[in-house]
């Protein structure tokens, strides 16, 4: 396999529109051309399309991607459906297609890009947990209300048992 690259316009957390053909385009308010490769991995596409929108600030994102895969021809009109790009085979193909088609249709890609929030069990469950305990927190402040204030009481003084 040669080495292929090719300018991809690259839109960023846009949405899909589809004509009465069921023809698929692409609208942002952002997007970017970008160079990609076909030996790029579908990891460092993903990270290459962030760094191109989002800059580096400590959080974690996540990257869906697609594109506008060229589906029919008539003489006047060229109809796209919209594919994922999941794994590295995908990327190899997209931009073998982009590089055989390049003449006539330009490679679009779409990237949503979202804040990571992580979801796994644990979390969940210390989510919970500490929803747990601040409830318990306050019916504990209330308990320690009540056993702190001072308490002025007579204590009767028995007699002793004569045996």
């Given at each position: 396999?040669?080495?292929q690259?090719?300018i991809?316009?690259?839109?960023?957390?846009?949405r899909?529109?589809?004509?009465?053909?069921?023809s698929?385009?692409f609208?942002?308010?952002?997007?970017?051309?970008l160079?990609?490769?076909?030996?790029?991995?579908?990891?460092?596409?993903?990270?290459?399309?962030l760094?191109l929108?989002?800059?580096?600030?400590?959080?974690?994102y996540?990257?869906?991607?697609?594109?506008?895969?060229?589906?029919?021809?008539?003489?006047?009109?060229?109809?796209?459906?919209?594919?994922?790009?999941e794994?590295?085979?995908?990327?190899?193909?997209?931009?073998?297609?982009?590089?055989?088609?390049?003449?006539?249709?330009?490679?679009?890609?779409m990237a949503?890009i979202?804040?990571?929030?992580?979801?796994?069990t644990?979390?969940?469950?210390?989510?919970?947990?500490?929803?747990?305990?601040?409830?318990?927190?306050?019916?504990?402040?209330?308990?320690?209300?009540?056993q702190?204030?001072?308490?002025?009481?007579?204590?009767?003084?028995?007699?002793?048992?004569?045996?």
């Open positions: 396999m040669c080495f690259t090719i991809a316009l690259v839109h960023y957390n846009g899909v529109v589809n004509d009465e053909l069921l698929s385009r609208v942002s308010e952002v997007s970017r051309y160079e990609v490769n076909n030996f790029m991995e579908v990891k460092a596409l993903k990270q290459t399309i760094n929108f989002i800059a580096s600030n400590g959080k974690s996540t990257v869906d991607l697609c594109y506008r895969c060229p589906a029919k021809t008539n003489e006047l009109k060229i109809s796209y459906r919209t594919v994922m790009i794994d590295d085979d995908d990327v190899k193909f997209v931009i073998g297609y982009a590089k055989k088609y390049e003449p006539h249709v330009q490679l679009e890609v949503f979202r804040e990571y929030i992580e979801t796994s644990d979390v969940i469950w210390d989510h919970l947990e500490k929803q747990l305990s601040d409830s318990l927190n306050i019916d504990q402040k209330r308990v320690l209300l009540y702190t204030k001072p308490v002025h009481q007579c204590i009767p003084v028995l007699p002793a048992r004569n045996s």
